[in-house]
């Protein structure tokens, strides 16, 4: 019987060191090496039947379907909603919203007519009972433990067989018979690889809740991530109320998809029209405001991207990006100095997306620049004027895709006109300035100063 030996492994990609090493040579993250206990068992040879391959076209059966949650923009993420049997990694920072989240879905199945189970891992029965009044979430039909060991939480899913069930948090799930810590790389590997396998073999949908790194990155091997179905990311910024869903994988349907709550006091609300949630404290003719309409899934939001500028003494002046790339507003801002005349050089600039969200298409290129113009040549920027479209390095600008459908929201909020590429379709509703260059967009804000 081999003996257990002592070794290293990564909590990020999980590969294994004889000894610890301040780098991971595989992934190259930093102080990620973790000691555990490897007890190696004998190989079982295999004694059942060989597998018999079937023709593609001649697989039968069929998916079980989508049964709706009843939150609304967590169905839209899903597709639909939970599939049967399926597992669900759902990850986001301490404080973010996750267990209010998980509590409000087992409510919603418990007032559909369905039985969930909330295993507390890390909070006590009280704990749990006093958020679920404040959420109005009281129900006979949620059921919860307190309990982090893997045999108990697997007895009392298949003692109850609830509609969903809800882990929170897989990382203090621990199985006794492994040698390992709780917490470790083996444990949670181990432990998720159980519960999938019981949601499998005809167990509930399954809801692992998982913390996160201090980059946003789920924490644990990577592998917890290819064993689940469906991993969803719940983030935005905690001074902000609001909270954003999105699916990072999803088996059953699309990933583009984008959920949008709102954490008030009664726990989590649906954000139907966003459009109203970010444009709503929106200061009408300031200067260093614009407005731009954002892709996220089907969905257009409209989202005010500010800037300002600032004269400064010091040899490097600073250029801060918030919600932003910050080296795309490094190109923005030398396409400026050299396409558009804009003087930035002796300037700190400080560009934001309002509101907690973060901006990475390359759509809001031209809302982000006219911004920057506007606060540098205090020409505001229209109030019924959107602005869309990516800027090339010779500060060309260049078409974005789903304009019609962006342009079209724009229009129900009230917009009239838009600063868009010279090769734009034409969309109703909406009235066009095209510009070929972003030295003409800008030339669009410093006539209308020059006129008024």
């Not at 059942?48 to 039968?60: F, H, I, K, M, S």
């Amino acid at each position: 019987m081999p003996r257990a030996r002592t070794l290293f492994r990564c909590t990020d990609c999980g590969v294994d060191a004889p000894k610890w090493t301040g780098q991971c040579a595989s992934c190259g993250e930093w102080n990620t090496l973790v000691e555990e206990i490897d007890r190696p068992g004998a190989p079982a040879a295999w004694t059942g039947p060989a597998a018999t391959p079937v023709p593609l076209g001649a697989v039968g059966g069929a998916i079980a379907p989508a049964r709706a949650t009843g939150i609304d923009e967590l169905d839209r993420v899903l597709g639909g909603g939970f599939v049967a049997g399926s597992v669900t990694l759902l990850g986001g920072e301490p404080g973010i919203g996750k267990s209010t989240l998980t509590l409000q879905l087992l409510a919603s199945v418990a007032a559909g007519g369905g039985r969930g189970l909330l295993v507390s891992a890390e909070e006590s029965l009280h704990q749990v009972q006093l958020r679920a009044q404040r959420l109005g979430a009281l129900s006979d039909g949620i059921f919860v433990v307190s309990e982090n060991s893997l045999p108990a939480i697997l007895g009392a899913s298949a003692e109850l067989k609830p509609d969903v069930l809800v882990v929170d948090s897989i990382q203090t799930v621990f199985d006794p018979e492994n040698g390992s810590a709780p917490g470790s790389v083996a444990q949670v590997r181990e432990c998720a690889h159980a519960l999938v396998v019981a949601a499998k073999a005809g167990g509930p949908a399954t809801v692992l809740v998982g913390h996160v790194t201090k980059e946003g990155a789920l924490a644990g091997p990577r592998v917890l991530e290819h064993v689940v179905d469906t991993v969803l990311s719940f983030d935005g910024d905690r001074h902000h109320a609001l909270r954003m869903l999105r699916a990072v994988k999803h088996r059953f349907g699309a990933t583009g998809e984008l959920g949008l709550f709102e954490m008030v006091e009664a726990g989590l609300v649906a954000v139907a029209d966003p459009g109203a949630l970010f444009l709503g404290d929106r200061q009408i003719g300031a200067t260093g405001s614009a407005v731009v309409p954002v892709m996220e899934g089907q969905r257009t939001l409209l989202l005010e991207v500010q800037g300002l500028v600032a004269h400064t003494q010091a040899p490097m002046p600073r250029r801060s990006a918030q919600g932003l790339d910050s080296n795309r507003l490094a190109v923005l801002l030398a396409v400026l100095e050299d396409n558009a005349k804009v003087r930035l050089a002796d300037r700190e600039v400080y560009a934001s997306a309002v509101g907690g969200v973060r901006v990475s298409e390359p759509a809001a290129d031209l809302a982000i620049a006219l911004a920057i113009a506007s606060a540098r040549t205090g020409a505001p920027v229209p109030a019924d004027l959107v602005a869309v479209g990516e800027v090339g390095l010779g500060g060309e600008l260049r078409q974005v895709n789903h304009l019609e459908r962006r342009l079209t929201e724009a229009a129900r909020l009230g917009f009239r006109r838009a600063i868009v590429p010279v090769s734009s379709p034409a969309v109703a509703g909406i009235e066009l300035v095209r510009a070929r260059t972003l030295a003409d967009a800008v030339r669009v804000l410093t006539e209308r100063e020059r006129r008024q």
